[in-house]
């Protein structure tokens, strides 16, 4: 990678996280942190406006966005061939949110990308077993849950087809065994519990922010469930 490219592709990377250290912008396009401080100090010479934070490290101002994004043949294929698995293993929701942020990529590349990016779609199948059909709407709503702290409302029917009404404060997804898995704090059982998320009869988003303040991260649970 050029240097050019280098610093375009650092002021993207800062553009894509709150704050980001010199030693993970240095990991990231394998170079030395020194040459980190020499980017950063370039990047403010031509105007672009790197902020730092002790303890946290460099950001972009707020306010400032970059011209429209250019693709490369490589990073356009790569999202071409991520979409056979979103269209078969995410829910109805999340396909559609999919094809339109493939749609607003597709539309600001080359014509010659795009007759790329459309053989490889046809090049590509990622198949699935009949008994996974994910015709729920769920995952969108709980991915802004997570996001936003919030609790969820559930009807959920269990393996028994035994139907219950819950609380959960959702605290992560985990994708295993071909299937989808809300890992949540359940008020009913005031535990941790996996719930399956193609077994979600009903969800509602209250809106309402979590009342427990000292949940786990998901990959502490994620060590639990690997143990049994």
Not at 54 to 69: D, I, R, S
Request: glycine share 4%.
């Amino acid at each position: 990678m050029n240097r050019v490219d280098r610093l375009m592709g650092i002021v993207t990377a800062l553009q894509s996280k709150k704050h980001l250290s010199a030693e993970a912008i240095a990991q990231r396009f394998e170079i030395s942190v020194r040459t980190v401080y020499r980017d950063i100090r370039a990047l403010d010479e031509i105007g672009i406006p790197v902020g730092f934070e002790p303890g946290q490290g460099y950001f972009v101002m707020q306010g400032y966005f970059l011209p429209p994004v250019i693709f490369s043949n490589e990073e356009a294929n790569a999202l071409s061939l991520m979409e056979p698995l979103v269209m078969r293993f995410a829910d109805q929701g999340i396909r559609r949110h999919y094809t339109s942020a493939l749609n607003k990529v597709k539309a600001v590349l080359k014509s010659a990308q795009k007759d790329k990016m459309e053989h490889m779609h046809e090049s590509v199948q990622a198949l699935r077993p009949s008994c996974l059909e994910n015709d729920y709407d769920y995952l969108a709503k709980i991915q802004t849950a997570i996001v936003s702290k919030n609790s969820l409302r559930l009807q959920y029917e269990n393996a028994a087809q035994e139907a219950s009404y819950r609380e959960v404060e959702p605290i992560g997804l985990i994708f295993y065994s071909l299937n989808w898995h809300l890992i949540a704090w359940c008020w009913k059982r005031e535990e941790y519990r996996d719930f399956r998320v193609s077994r979600i009869q009903k969800l509602v988003s209250t809106n309402e922010p979590f009342r427990k303040c000292d949940h786990i991260a998901l990959s502490e649970y994620q060590v639990d469930v690997y143990k049994w």
